[in-house]
């Protein structure tokens, strides 16, 4: 009996020894471990929003576009976290992205969940952080493929979504960014099938910024005229044209720019001749340079011959393919705006196999298609071969700036 | 018996994972890896020598009706102490290791230890004995997770081995392959000590004393 109370007098102290014991531990562990959960749970938001210190998911509005799939809005004010879906046209997967934008408007993280198609995405998407809705700091130049297009359109979709609710404010785009925006319309030469413009910034002297395009068919230059800048545009025939901001056409230093880049493209003038010699076919005919055709297209150049029967213009061009990588042609109509011959410059088979696994088994059958087509008569389909978009794109590409440019002949005649 | 065997018999002739096979059920759940193998020892070992030196010390003050609860409150006092430590300091451990971290409050090692030896030995042996078998539940658990992780998962510690990589035996990292591994280390050791494993197991101890 005596044992007894002593024993459960002994169980009592340790009873109360170890529960004070814990207690103890528990004051001093306790907001730790709470701080490592929220850790852990925020971890996938943390990467796009640094100093986010929690997340709550908040109901999409209701102009939310498709790609949203989830909003979550970080509780101290700090932005806002979407989770994003998208496809490009190049992937048979789901593009996931998650990114997370300030209440300033800018992005301060960006994570790719999942892609099948990395090998050419790389770092793109990470070159993102730090912009507005106007992604000005991007380089507009680069990222030719549909995985970036599609990435671009998913993260706008998400800036779009938040100006239109308030949320943020729109970012102010910058020359550079509005002169790319406009570059597909008013120098289509000058980008890829994306609608990208690829240029390379050249000295300019006289100018804010100046560029070559990547495929040799001109030149655009950004200038401040009375303290507005003017975007000017200037193709292989030596044509200029002036550009406000917003795309209208407005007088500018038409001069400076023919005098600043006369001389560069004439780098192109012997083999553009060599080449338009091997797709007319006759060594000897007296090649005509054309001058001040109005088209803007992919040429780089183009020359016309008078025969006895006919009169031929054979137009040299460049295009964008796969990866952006150059494809080079020569087209030659006759009079009537007729092709009489099309010719690869560069090999067409720039990626063979993709090409022929998707049912293009012979490139000569290919190309004779284009034979004899008039612009009436002509239709994308002939050119587009599904699975090889980005060579046939350039084809079509190339056919349609042959036949731009020959109107353009047609009508200063 | 002499000091260091007392701490060497814990660590082979009495390996609680490999010879005793008590603790059974971690030693399955948490050897696929081998780092959660390791952070399971060490969290049984600081469990078992606190719970051994506090049972040992209080064996007199507390008789023997009421030494089943004792001990089940010292030793789930220190598993709790432990888990809000490793959940503070250590979250990733504590996530690998999960309910099983819980779970070393009713492993057979700790329950037959705080029986078998510190009710009944001095408090400096007992913490020996603690520190052995500690020691050898690492030691045992970690070998079934060396094969297991190495040849079921092609990785070590999580990090890629280049060729094995290719070549996993998935088996390994399903139950049954812990089965198999813990087995064949078993075979191994048995083969070692040049006798049966229960019959090792079994030899220093009373007839009737309780494996848990």
Redesign the interface.
């Known amino acids: 009996m005596k044992?007894?109370v002593?024993?459960?007098v002994?169980?009592t102290v340790?009873?109360v020894v170890?529960v004070g014991?814990?207690a103890v531990?528990?004051y001093?562990?306790?907001p730790?471990?709470e701080e490592?959960k929220k850790?852990?749970a925020n971890a996938a938001f943390v990467e796009v929003m640094p100093e986010g210190e929690g997340f709550e998911e908040i109901a999409l509005p209701e102009n939310a576009p498709a790609t949203v799939t989830n909003l979550y809005r970080e509780t101290s004010g700090q932005g806002f976290v979407a989770k994003l879906v998208t496809t490009s046209q190049y992937s048979s997967g789901d593009m996931g992205i998650t990114v997370g934008i300030g209440t300033d408007g800018v992005i301060k993280g960006v994570a790719i969940t999942s892609y099948n198609e990395t090998k050419d995405f790389g770092e793109y998407p990470y070159s993102y952080i730090g912009a507005d809705s106007a992604l000005n700091d991007i380089d507009v130049f680069a990222g030719a493929t549909y995985s970036s297009m599609a990435f671009k359109n998913a993260i706008l979709d998400t800036f779009n979504m938040l100006i239109a609710n308030g949320d943020i404010s729109e970012g102010q785009k910058s020359a550079e960014t509005l002169m790319a925006e406009m570059l597909p319309v008013i120098f289509p030469g000058s980008c890829n099938a994306s609608g990208l413009a690829q240029l390379v910034e050249i000295e300019g002297t006289g100018f804010t910024k100046a560029y070559a395009t990547g495929n040799d068919t001109g030149f655009v230059a950004l200038s401040d005229v009375d303290g507005n800048t003017v975007v000017s545009v200037m193709n292989a025939f030596g044509v200029v044209k002036c550009y406000d901001l917003e795309g209208n056409e407005v007088s500018g230093p038409v001069d400076e720019v023919k005098s600043a880049f006369e001389v560069l493209a004439d780098k192109n003038a012997d083999n553009n001749i060599k080449n338009a010699y091997k797709a007319y076919g006759d060594e000897s005919a007296e090649l005509t340079a054309l001058t001040d055709v109005d088209a803007f297209g992919s040429v780089t150049g183009g020359f016309s011959v008078t025969t006895e029967e006919n009169t031929y213009y054979i137009f040299n061009i460049k295009t964008f393919g796969y990866m952006n990588e150059l494809m080079e042609m020569a087209v030659v109509l006759d009079s009537e705006g007729k092709v009489v011959n099309y010719r690869t410059v560069t090999d067409l088979i720039l990626h063979g196999e993709y090409f022929t696994e998707h049912g293009l088994k012979d490139k000569e059958a290919y190309l004779s298609q284009f034979k004899e087509v008039t612009e009436d008569s002509y239709s994308d389909d002939l050119a587009i071969v599904t699975g090889a978009t980005f060579t046939s794109d350039a084809v079509n590409d190339s056919i349609h700036s042959a036949f731009d440019a020959f109107k353009a002949v047609k009508e200063a005649e | 018996m002499k000091k260091t065997a007392i701490f060497l018999k814990g660590i082979i002739k009495e390996n609680p994972v490999l010879v005793l096979v008590l603790g059974a059920c971690p030693t399955l759940a948490v050897t696929t890896n081998v780092l959660a193998a390791l952070y399971m020892g060490l969290a049984a070992l600081v469990v078992l020598v606190c719970s051994n030196l506090?049972i040992s010390a209080?064996k007199n003050?507390?008789?023997d009706?009421?030494k089943m609860?004792?001990n089940i409150?010292?030793i789930t006092?220190f598993v709790?102490?432990v888990q809000?430590?490793m959940?503070?300091?250590l979250?990733k451990a504590s996530?690998m290791l999960g309910i099983y971290l819980t779970l070393i409050a009713v492993n057979g090692v700790l329950i037959g230890n705080a029986n078998d030896i510190a009710r009944k030995n001095k408090v400096w042996d007992s913490v020996l004995s603690a520190l052995g078998t500690g020691i050898g539940f690492t030691c045992g658990l970690f070998a079934v997770a060396l094969v297991r992780e190495i040849l079921g998962n092609g990785t070590f510690a999580g990090i890629e081995i280049p060729f094995l990589a290719d070549y996993k035996i998935s088996l390994l990292n399903a139950a049954p392959g812990g089965f198999l591994v813990l087995g064949l280390v078993m075979a191994l050791i048995a083969a070692i000590n040049k006798k049966p494993v229960d019959e090792i197991g079994m030899s220093d101890r009373k007839e009737g004393e309780a494996n848990a």
Do not use: Q, W
Request: net charge positive; glycine share 6%; hydrophobic share 60%.
């Open positions: 044992n007894n002593k024993s459960a002994a169980l340790v009873c170890v014991l814990l531990t528990n001093f562990t306790a730790k471990i490592n850790a852990a | 506090c209080l003050l507390i008789g009706n009421f609860a004792a409150l010292i006092g709790s102490l809000m430590l959940g503070a300091f979250p996530d």
